[in-house]
């Protein structure tokens, strides 16, 4: 089946830093979705990516979707404390209604 | 508006116990997807509903099932409980299926196997 993995696990950071977390499927996705999970929180929204070699931006964070469709990226920039949590990265397949989170990327801050 | 809501919010059982879980989704919204997420981890798909008919399901036994209901709303029944059931369900609810639309997740239910 499908499997969504993120690298790295874990990433700390001094404040004013900028962060970044990969995210590979196994196989080629229609889309690609980005949600953030706060501690002791659920998963948020982002954006979504749905065309090959997409770029967008949300003030500090940009966001790519890889020219195959298999990998993107949430790059933040000078990171804040407010940026702490977990980020999920999420395919879905074509032909395929099921969203596979990835294993997430969890981010704290070192003010 | 209100948010996708889910009841209860916290739940104690006992191993071999049943448990139902329930949803109600953003007016409008009328796709509803289960996830279970173990602390920890990223969240696993367990079903997903849209007009009241199953449209996916992950990898998890028979013990877990849904059902969505004319009102769009959703409950999970997960019989026979084991540890391993001790996670956070979450669900999350989306405008019509297979177009392109974010999720919306409620709170969840933090469900203990005891």
């Known amino acids: 089946g499908q499997q969504v993995m993120q690298i790295p696990q874990y990433q700390h950071v001094q404040e004013g830093e900028d962060f970044t977390t990969y995210c590979n499927s196994s196989?080629?996705?229609?889309?690609i979705q980005w949600y953030k999970q706060r501690p002791g929180g659920h998963p948020v929204f982002l954006i979504q990516?749905?065309?090959?070699?997409e770029v967008k931006k949300q003030k500090r964070l940009t966001f790519q979707f890889g020219e195959a469709k298999k990998n993107s990226s949430l790059h933040i920039t000078a990171t804040q404390t407010t940026d702490v949590g977990t980020y999920f990265c999420?395919?879905?397949?074509?032909?395929?209604?099921?969203?596979?989170f990835g294993t997430g990327t969890r981010l704290t801050i070192i003010p | 508006d209100a948010g996708v809501t889910q009841s209860p919010t916290h739940l104690i059982k006992t191993r071999g116990q049943q448990v139902t879980l329930r949803c109600s989704p953003i007016?409008?919204?009328?796709?509803v997807s289960w996830y279970q997420q173990v602390l920890g981890q990223g969240p696993q798909f367990i079903f997903q509903?849209?007009?009241?008919?199953?449209?996916g399901r992950g990898n998890f036994p028979d013990r877990f099932s849904a059902r969505q209901f004319p009102n769009y709303s959703s409950e999970l029944n997960v019989n026979a409980l084991l540890l391993g059931d001790s996670a956070l369900y979450l669900c999350?609810?989306?405008?019509?299926?297979?177009?392109?639309?974010?999720?919306?997740f409620g709170s969840g239910t933090r469900l203990t196997v005891v």
């Open positions: 999350a609810s989306s405008r019509p299926t297979g177009a392109n639309y974010g999720y919306t």
């Open positions: 196989t080629t996705l229609s889309n």
């Open positions: 990516l749905v065309k090959s070699g």
């Open positions: 999420a395919g879905r397949g074509f032909g395929n209604e099921k969203l596979t």
């Open positions: 007016s409008g919204h009328k796709s």
């Open positions: 509903y849209y007009e009241k008919e199953e449209r």
